[in-house]
């Protein structure tokens, strides 16, 4: 079945704890993004991948970084949380030269 | 930034009735979607229209574009209480040979039974 796996599903954490927030999809999609979803917000894109080693900051990137040293991943890594990052954050990939994105399920981060 | 804003915020109706939700956007584009969010959920993909299309349907779904007031408008005809959900308009523009999508604040629909 086609789909993109975030894991975990919920989580709380304490500031400063270093965390990441893994993705993984299974269509060999190229493009993979991050996004966060707050209310009356809609979703903001945190960083986005093209490829393999290609990432690049979205609008709001500040506190956070990703790798993608893998086509099928694309981890979310929270350096030093702080309680202006709780929020629920999606994962999602389209293939190359498609804008149809399929989003994980969400990730709901509360930090404390 | 080319954010979409949906209007209205929330919209209730009655089963079997009809659904209307509007999204305006600031830039060109070169598509516009409409995704559909069920509470606390991942969102799903609904249908896409691209800028030098006016109209589309999918279902019970109906979806037009104007370019150049820069709206888009989604119809749910004869809804259901499982069209109960979230609703997000997206836009397209090709940027660095990256498609950058750019989500709206979306429309929450309750469909009464």
């Known amino acids: 079945e086609a789909q993109v796996t975030q894991n975990p599903r919920y989580l709380i954490t304490v500031t400063g704890k270093k965390l990441t927030v893994t993705c993984s999809q299974n269509?060999?999609?190229?493009?993979m993004s991050w996004y966060r979803q707050d209310p009356g917000l809609g979703l903001r894109q945190i960083y986005y991948?093209?490829?393999?080693?290609?990432?690049d900051k979205g609008d709001v990137p500040e506190g956070y970084k990703v790798s993608r040293k893998e086509k099928r991943n694309f981890p979310l890594i929270l350096e030093s949380p702080s309680p202006n990052q709780t929020s629920l954050y999606f994962c999602?990939?389209?293939?190359?030269?498609?804008?149809?994105?399929?989003f994980g399920q969400g990730t709901r981060l509360t930090v404390v | 930034s080319q954010q979409g804003e949906e209007d209205p915020q929330a919209l209730s109706i009655q089963e079997g009735e009809n659904a209307t939700m509007n999204c305006s956007y600031k830039?060109?584009?070169?598509?516009l979607q409409w995704y559909r969010q069920n509470s606390g959920r991942g969102l799903v993909h609904l249908i896409l229209?691209?800028?030098?299309?006016r109209e589309k349907h999918s279902g019970r779904l109906r979806v037009t574009l104007d370019t150049s007031k820069k709206s888009s408008s989604l119809l749910i005809t004869a809804s259901r209480a499982a069209d109960t959900a979230s609703y997000f308009c997206?836009?397209?523009?090709?940027?660095?040979?990256?498609?950058?999508?750019?989500f709206g604040t979306g429309t929450k629909l309750q469909v009464i039974p």
């Open positions: 269509m060999n999609h190229e493009y």
């Open positions: 997206a836009t397209a523009l090709a940027s660095g040979g990256y498609q950058k999508v750019t």
């Open positions: 229209i691209r800028s030098n299309e």
């Open positions: 999602a990939s389209s293939s190359q030269g498609r804008t149809t994105a399929f």
């Open positions: 991948s093209m490829n393999v080693e290609v990432t």
């Open positions: 830039t060109s584009i070169n598509n």
